[in-house]
């Protein structure tokens, strides 16, 4: 009888050296908690800063031969998109817009001029034919949507694209 009532108080004691030792890591736990609360804290207030430097205690540092961390903040993309970049030259619209000339090899925003096309003439002549003689068919010679647009690098001056109405 002797013997269970020593192995029972064997078994207590290592619990209890079991239970102590769960208690110490929960209290170097929510100490760890807090100390990093108190950083969240003060990275929120540091909005204006570019860059903080944050040095570990050497019980904190897994390898002590290792150099001392940097936190870098890094701003919010902006919230205007990026200019789209139209590499298939056949695809340019009638404005200007950002695409590589293929003579110079450069990305450039083009330069756009209009010039008179068949669809200006075809719709002059149908006004004209309507009845309109009275100089209102010479109305598609003013409207730019009736002409071809030419795409043309600010750069080397090389046409890069033509963007014919028919």
Same mark, same amino acid.
């Given at each position: ?17 079991? %239970? ?105 002549? %149908? ?32 046409? %890069? ?6």
């Amino acid at each position: 009888m002797y013997c269970i009532y020593f192995f029972q108080a064997e078994e207590a004691v290592s619990s209890q050296h079991e %239970i102590d030792s769960i208690d110490e890591n929960l209290k170097e736990l929510s100490d760890r908690i807090a100390e990093l609360e108190k950083c969240h804290d003060d990275n929120l207030n540091a909005k204006d800063e570019k860059e903080k430097e944050v040095g570990f205690s050497s019980s904190e540092k897994t390898g002590s031969s290792g150099p001392e961390s940097k936190i870098v903040y890094v701003e919010a993309p902006p919230s205007i998109p990026a200019p789209k970049v139209i590499l298939d030259v056949k695809d340019l619209p009638p404005c200007p817009c950002k695409t590589q000339c293929p003579e110079c090899a450069q990305y450039v925003v083009t330069e756009t001029y209009t010039s008179v096309s068949s669809v200006t003439w075809m719709v002059c002549v %149908i006004t004209a034919m309507v009845g309109c003689v009275a100089g209102c068919c010479f109305i598609p010679f003013c409207l730019d949507r009736f002409k071809n647009t030419i795409h043309r690098c600010p750069k080397c001056r090389a046409s %890069i694209h033509t963007v014919k109405k028919l």
